[in-house]
């Protein structure tokens, strides 16, 4: 009798065990945000949060920690438990740019986080004043080297990824232009339109609008082919220039040592999410191009980037501020 009652309560032990191993998530999420409220990375979090909540069946709130270019973000979800309920959106600026800009990295890009999905993925485009005299990248390009260091190029700070795309172009268009760095990519953008610096790389998301509204010319594209919404603004292979081709990555990351049972539930989750028509068009809105991977994928791209950026970066002399 005694042996019968062991092994009941042996079996209700692994029943139980089980049932809390599969009852993830039984509160709330949090998504770690590196940017502000309001702008293009966080509409897109929200509208991905929202279904990714509803598939696993629980809220996901998405918390806003701006700064050091999403280091600040980053660094949080480092600091938490491995537990599933903190989320990040790691962008290439944090995990690809600052290894090599920072000179006190707070973490590790490659050991520190465990690498889910990626997310969005958001070209970059070479912008001009819709007032500007270049109406090409060829007339802009052709300026630069009669006149090297005369013309200006904004960016959204040192180290930030219009500053290395910048510094990208210069590189392979022959060129040399004066860098203008801002305390982000709005009052660049402004500035732009005043005609007080004479362009500006920047990500789609925030330039596309003003290409529209007629307050900005697009001359290039960082992508292997034109953007659906901007099909007139030719890709850098068109303007001679084929190794210009960047764009800003985002993706999914936790804690290291995220349980690999967990970690397969928020990647189920977040790939089906990923590829509902509903988030596909709102990412589009923002100008971005919803995409998933396989966490081993995800840090590989991650890796490979880093291989390619790091010695761009060095060439060019960034370093953080």
Known sequence: MLR??????????????????????????????????GGPADVMARTLAKSMGTKLGQTIVVENRPGAGGLVGISGVTRAAPDGYTLGMAGTGAMVYAPF????????????????????????????SANSPFKTAA??????????????????????????????????????????????????????????????IAEVPAVAHLIKAGKLRGLMVTDSKRLAALPDVPTAADVGLPKVLAAGAYGIVAPHGLPNDIAAKIVEAAT??????????????????????????????????????????????????
């Open 4 to 37: 019968v009652m062991r092994g009941m309560l042996c079996v209700a032990a692994l029943l139980a065990f089980g049932s809390a191993k599969a009852a993830f998530p039984e509160k709330p999420i949090v998504l770690i945000v590196p940017f502000a409220a």
């Open 101 to 128: 800009i920072s000179p006190k990295m707070p973490f590790d890009a490659l050991k520190d986080v465990t690498y889910l999905t990626t997310m969005v993925s958001t070209p970059n485009l070479l912008v001009v």
């Open 139 to 200: 007339d802009l390009m052709a300026a630069a080297k009669r006149e090297p260091d005369k013309y200006t190029v904004a960016s959204a700070g040192v180290g930030s990824s219009t500053h290395v795309v910048g510094a990208l172009f210069q590189r392979e268009a022959g060129i040399k232009l004066r860098h203008v760095p801002y305390k982000g990519g709005a009052p660049a953008v402004q500035d732009l339109i005043g005609g007080q610096v004479d362009m500006f």
């Open 272 to 321: 089906a999410a990923l590829r509902t028509p509903d988030v596909v068009e709102k990412f589009a809105e923002q100008g971005g191009i919803a995409q998933s991977s396989t966490p081993d994928a995800y840090r590989n791209q991650v890796k490979a980037e880093q291989g390619r950026w790091g010695p761009i970066i060095k060439a060019a002399g960034i370093t953080a501020e």
